[in-house]
Nanobody, 127 residues
């Protein structure tokens, strides 16, 4: 099994920045380093939605249209960590953010493409 733990969430004013991190532990050798990783978010009353994803080597990245140009995803395969740099945050970015491990090596965008999920970290952006 793989355990994922997100950190870095918090309260920030509109226009501010936050960096989320996700640390993987457990049987990470064949299920994290060789797999795509992603970030999703969920706000109250809404379904969990795709935010960003990165392929196992980091050469391919996908972003939701709503965060393009503001968020940057990166990974460190030695430390088994995943990061999400979020700039110019807006109130509509308020949500619980989850990191996840894909079933494949691709930067998948579908929720069903992911097999392991963290517990989430809250991001709140005030106007």
């Amino acid at each position: 099994q793989v355990q994922l733990r997100e950190s870095g969430g918090g309260l920030v004013q509109a226009g501010g920045s936050l960096t989320l991190s996700c640390a993987a532990s457990g049987r990470t050798g064949r299920t994290v380093s060789n797999n795509g990783l992603g970030w999703f978010r969920q706000s109250p009353g809404k379904e969990r939605e795709f935010v960003a994803a990165i392929s196992w080597r980091g050469e391919s990245k996908n972003y939701a249209e709503s965060v393009k140009g503001r968020f940057t995803i990166s990974r460190d395969n030695v430390r088994n960590t995943l990061n999400l740099q979020m700039d110019d945050l807006q109130p509509e970015d308020t949500a619980v953010y989850y990191c996840a491990v894909a079933r494949s090596s691709y930067a998948s965008t579908g929720r069903r493409d992911y097999q392991y999920w963290g517990q989430g970290t809250q991001v709140t952006v005030s106007s």
